[in-house]
Nanobody
Framework: QVQLVESGGGLVQPGGSLRLSCAAS????????IYWYRQAPGKQRELVAA???????NIANSVKGRFTHSRDNAKNTVYLQMNSLKPEDTAVYYC??????WGQGTQVTVSS
């Protein structure tokens, strides 16, 4: 089973940007859908976006127009570009396949 590892989180000021990476242990082209989730402190985990092939679906209304995705098949990595970040985007971000395990995630903190 392909393992996914998140990275790229950090501390950023409101209005700033971050790019999260989701690196696969195998050929990412073989993964039908990759899901980005996030979990804020004290809140339930929520779906941020589902990426099937080259298209993003099920994008959370709270991030529409601010978050975009891309992929580099040569690096077996997908990316979540997060722009115009807000304090409410603060969360641990995860990438996951439909049946794969949860990873450790990467912390994103938006604060001045």
């Amino acid at each position: 089973q392909v393992q996914l590892v998140e990275s790229g989180g950090g501390l950023v000021q409101p209005g700033g940007s971050l790019r999260l990476s989701c690196a696969a242990s195998g050929n990412i082209a073989n993964i039908e859908t990759i899901y980005w989730y996030r979990q804020a402190p004290g809140k339930q985990r929520e779906l941020v976006a589902a990426i099937t092939g080259g298209a993003a679906t099920n994008i959370a209304n709270s991030v529409k127009g601010r978050f975009t995705h891309s992929r580099d098949n040569a690096k077996n990595t997908v990316y979540l570009q997060m722009n115009s970040l807000k304090p409410e985007d603060t969360a641990v971000y995860y990438c996951k396949t439909k049946s794969g395990p949860w990873g450790q995630g990467t912390q994103v903190t938006v604060s001045s």
